[in-house]
């Protein structure tokens, strides 16, 4: 059921309706506070396994009350880019940021795609500019966009003249033969499918290379450089001379400057680079920023953005357009659990309906006066201080800013809403260009702190929308069919869990620091519930410690011969049968109208438990070894695959010497260990309740969800747990059953 809000020209705002959806929320939700008096009734009836269990199931419910306040008020919008044409005279000019960090982790044919699929979009092209940031910086992926543009010179007419909705060609040639007979298409989409071939044969080979040719010429620049200590490369692969709306957009490589004693702040810092960098050139008013391999899978993107930014009868509706992150060619049933689809549509679409989704650091359309630092309802400080446009700037505004006198004008223009500045070469501009992408150009500035991409965490996109949504803005999810953007998810188990373990240190990283969203909320402008659905995703890393204790509960129960279950006999025993049988009836409910299978649920809910005692712990580990300051945390890459075969083994888990299986082989090994001195009569003798069968049962659940640690100890190769884990997690498993049961033959 759905019920319209309002109805403005470019977008409608839709109210959702979940009746059953939220007698679940609250049917649960009772069940656990019911579950909380029940424990505290009866605690001094029972021991430590008792004790242990109500402040598990405590933290389990305060993340349950963040669950059902971040998606009971769900909210969609729907977008009618065919209408901007009617409303606006003339569209605006769109600044589009990608952004690479590693030629051997993400592919340049990767980024290829993307540009190529950007430069083909149905807007203007006199209207776009294309900024690609590499952070390796590397002559392939230099070479790849001088190619890659010579191809987009035919691929675009191509695309616009067929109506090809799938505009990045590893995708549109990769599926079967568009059913178009005529002999005209034939022979050009034969002739584009030769280009595309010939173009990706060329990356590969300079790739494989290292483009071993001389770095002469426009590859000068290249030379006796290091991957992070090099001068600032900036470069015009394409330029719209004529400001023609049918050719290509504007296409400009950046490797910004890297020194060694100068810290970079990894993606945010190439990120406020590109904000400058393009400040200086084209100093569009909207951008899109997007990882490198998310190519553009709706060719109307663009419009279906500017509907919900230039629709709005209010700015502040609209800080940043956020787009929900799909995959392509996503493994049968998600065993990896990183789709997220469930959580779009449930999750997603409820913090839509409070203040405004979350950034989630690719396929997001920003204001640029907003990430200058703008403030909704007032021009905002940064924006009254650059009144005077014309002569002499004071030292306030160099120090938000930085030392460049252009760049600083080309801010106050876009703080001040005023016409963009008039088109400039591009050539021209490069010296300049090169002054704000240094190194030390930040110092002393505001960058980082209260303008641009925010740092102090590996999400910087977390933490950046969080900036925007406590200087008072709201922002917007676009669902647009068909979907927006589709990229690669990981597809082997030691890239999953680096990402998740990036992701839960970052998210941690901001909930320790002085931003976290509860200070937010006391002194800025960031709404209660829009706090709470932002702890909501900041504790995922401290999650991992009542996760890990009550996976190990029944094992320790069943060594120690306790208990942390009522007995079957006892009406208590309902409310915990209740509540999981609750909780697997709503999951189900939540996967099978999402279009999803009963397998994928459970994949989801058994990664769900593997991130959480895993990944997520070692984050957890990584921000308190920085708070303690023996440590710092590093940003890792996440690989990118563009391939989806793998030989027949398609979501088959796998393994590497990683500690951050360690956790979760000890886990497993622990429950085998109590089922041997269980049913072997090794149980030590009972101080009150003795185990029973709840804790068996609970006992093989636990089993099951790390059911591919279980194949992992039999595995070989690369789906085998590595001999050093599995004797790392025994010696483990066996010191806890030394400490456990010695301490309680010491109570007997």
Known sequence: MAKAISSPNLYDKVALKYPIHRAFDITILVLLISLLVYRLLYISNHGFAWLLALLCETCFTFTWVLTVSSKWNPVEYKTYPERLSQKIQELPPVDIFVTTADPVLEPPILTVNTVISLLAVDYPADKLACYVSDDGCSPTTYYSLVEASKFAKLWAPFCKKHNIQVRAPFRYFSSEVPLNNSSEFQQEYNKMKDEYEELASKINDADKKSIERNLSGDFAAFSNIEGKNHPAIIKVVWENKAGISDELPHLIYISREKRPKHPHHYKAGAMNVLTRVSGMMTNAPFMLNLDCDMFVNNPKIVCHAMCLLLGSRNEMESGFVQFPQYFYDGLKDDPYGNQFEVWHKYIGNGIVGIQGPFYGGTGCFHRRKVIYGSCPRDVGIQAKSLTPVHGDLTEEQLKIFGNSKEFVRSAAHALQGKANMSPKILPNLIEAAHEVAGCGYEYGTSWGKEVGWQYG?????????????????????????????????????????????????????????????????????????????????????????????????PAYCIITNSSFLPKAHEPAMYIHVALFLSYVIYGLLEYLETGLSIRAWWNNQRMARVNATNAWLFGVISVFLKILRISGTVFEVTQKDQSSNNGGDEGRFTFDASPIFVPGTTILLLQLTAFVMGFGGMQLPSVNDASGLGEILCSVLVVMCFWPFVKGLFGKGKYGIPLSTICKSSLLSLSFVYLVTSTSMGQL
């Not at 965490?457 to 933490?463: C, N, P």
């Open 457 to 553: 965490s590996a999400t910087e996109d977390i933490l950046t929308g969080l900036k925007i949504h406590a200087r008072g803005w709201r922002s917007v999810l676009c669902t647009p069919d068909p979907r927006a953007f589709l990229g690669c998810a990981p597809r082997v188990g030691p890239i999953s869990m680096t990402q998740q373990k990036r992701w839960a240190t970052g998210l941690l990283e901001i909930l320790m620091s002085e931003r976290n969203p509860i200070i937010a909320t006391l002194t800025a402008r960031l709404q209660f519930r829009q706090c709470l659905a932002y702890l909501w995703i900041l504790i995922w890393g401290l999650r991992s410690i009542p996760e890990i204790c009550y996976a190990v509960l």
